[in-house]
Structures are given as C-alpha cells and as structure tokens.
C-alpha cells in the first residue's frame, strides 16, 4: 500500500499488543522487519539497505532474515545496537532484568515469571548483529537520521522531504510507552518530553508510525502526548506520600493490582520512569536501602 509518493508500507502481524506493525519501503530502503515469526518474503521488493528504528522485538526481530533474504547492508543507531545486543544477546539478561525489577519492590513470584519469558522469547528475536552504525545528523540514501529517545533510549527517526518515519516515536492511537529499565538512560520521560517538543519543532507534514495511521499533524499530536504525560506525572506525584514506597508498589496504586507478570512489567518500568522524571524535577526523592529503592514525595 503506497501511503505517500514513493514509500509503501507493508503491515505484518504480530500475536499480542496492537496486533500489527508496519515497515515502510521508500526506494531500496527497508525501515524496520517486523518480529520475524512469520515467513515474508523480502526477495523480490528490491531492497538495498534496511534501516532499524529501535530495537523492540516487533521492529528489530526480523532484520537477520531480511539482511539474509536481499543481501542489504543494516543499519542501526550505535546505543540502540548496544542495547540490542545486551537485551537479545547475553545469556543471563532476563535474571538481571528480574533482579533489578526486584530491587524495586516487584514479588519473586512476578519476576521468577519474568525470567522464564524472557528465556523463551529471545531465541527468536534474529536481529542483524554487526550493522553500519547511524547518529544524529547522518544521512541515509537522503534520509536525516534524527535521534528521537525516549521510547527506546536510541530510538531513530528518518526525515525526507518532511516525511519522518518514527518507529514507536509517535503514535496516532495510543499513548508509546516509556519504561525505565536497567543499564539504560537514567530519565527516559524527559527525554521522551524533549523528543516531542524536537518534533514540534521539527513539524514534518506526514509522521509513518510503526503501529496504526499516519499522522498528519504531528505538532499537535506531540502537544497531547505532552499533557497526557503531564496528567500522569501529576497522578503519580499524587501516590507518594511520607512512607517510602516502591515502585512496584506506587504501580498497584497508577495500574491497578490485577495484572498478569508481562503487564505489570510494563506498569512498573512506566511507573519508574515517571518517578524518575519527579525526581529530576524535584518533585519526589528517592530512598536506596539494603533492600532496594523506594520513593516518597519532596
Ligand atoms: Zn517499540
């Protein structure tokens, strides 16, 4: 399906979340390879190079079979590759990621599960080791490489003729999720905040995102992500209290306490990274024990 002059986008399926992601191809570039679980077939679109938005399973997950199938060169922001590699790639990285989870507040019993997800689910993520390395201000077959963290802490957004495809950067339906996770960037909301006021400036007319339609007005997109962040950073200001509580624990009061272990995953690294975003603003103090990390209000 051609969604502007000359870039077609292809939508492949995914079995959870939003159900489906899109890659766009714009001339001989590939912008992302969907989870790879299926069996698309690459060979005959014509493909020189493939260029990865951020490491997220559904965007990175299929870019050895795509490399293998058109013989494109990858490439990839250098932090994005590094965390690519850390998360997909090393043996014991679901025990640090369950130990650190632990260590804000998270029950054995959720990050015991955790941990056995998390060794079932890399043997799948083929993402393309070695690729050209990309950074703000490079250009990609006329392309303006522009590092957009946040989402991923080495999220990339490519930008011609005021079209930015965004990965995960923007999206039209929902709310791209910004998740504190270990090894990583220390304030992943504030950048994610600077992200957007980036594009507002930036104000390409056409945002292609990784999940659902193209955005058409980027500017005042980015202006509601801003204030619904604002509104959550507000509720989560609004949990802490006197007592030193954990992060595990301020996400019961942000989330609900029903979830099954993958969510609340995504409710306690999202919870963190807004007590972390109070905590740069002075906002909430954070409290480190033998025990672990707690929060309370300033
Ligand atoms: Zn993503």
Redesign the pocket.
């Known amino acids: 399906m051609e969604v502007a002059p000359g870039i077609r986008r292809i939508t492949l399926p995914l079995p959870t979340g939003p159900r489906h992601v899109h890659c766009y191809l714009a001339d001989g570039t590939l912008f992302d390879t969907g989870l790879g679980l299926g069996d698309t077939d690459w060979s005959a679109l014509g493909i020189e190079r493939i260029a990865i ?2 490491m ?1 399973p ?2 990175v997950g299929g870019a050895a079979a795509a490399a293998a199938a058109t013989g494109a060169t990858v490439h990839q922001g250098a932090l994005d590759y590094a965390q690519c590699e850390r998360v997909w790639g090393s043996a014991d990285w679901p025990e640090r990621m369950a130990a650190w989870f632990r260590w804000n507040g998270v029950p054995a019993r959720v990050s015991d599960e955790l941990i056995v997800q998390g060794h079932a689910f890399a043997p799948f993520i083929s993402y393309a080791p070695g690729p050209e390395c990309l950074a703000e201000g490079d250009e990609l077959d006329g392309w303006h490489v522009v590092e957009l963290p946040g ?2 802490d080495g ?1 990339l957004g490519f930008l011609r003729d005021g079209v930015l495809v965004g ?2 950067h923007l999206l039209a339906e929902i709310s ?2 910004v998740g504190l996770y270990p090894e990583s960037r220390p304030d992943p909301l504030g950048d994610y905040l600077a992200s957007l006021e980036r594009t507002i400036e930036l104000a390409p007319r056409l945002v292609l995102p ?1 999940h659902g339609d193209p955005i058409h007005d980027a500017a005042t997109r980015a202006r509601e992500l801003i204030e619904h962040h604002e509104h959550r950073l507000d509720a989560t200001a609004a949990a802490l209290s006197a007592a030193p509580q954990t992060g595990f624990e301020i996400s019961l009061a942000l989330f609900g306490e029903e979830l099954a272990p993958t969510e609340r995953r995504f409710a306690v690294a999202e919870t963190l990274s807004h007590l972390e975003r109070l905590v740069a603003a002075g906002r909430a103090e954070r409290h480190e024990d033998g025990r672990g990390l707690a929060y309370t209000d300033f």
């Open positions: 938005t951020h997220h559904d965007h989402h991923a999220h990965g995960d791209p999720a990784g």
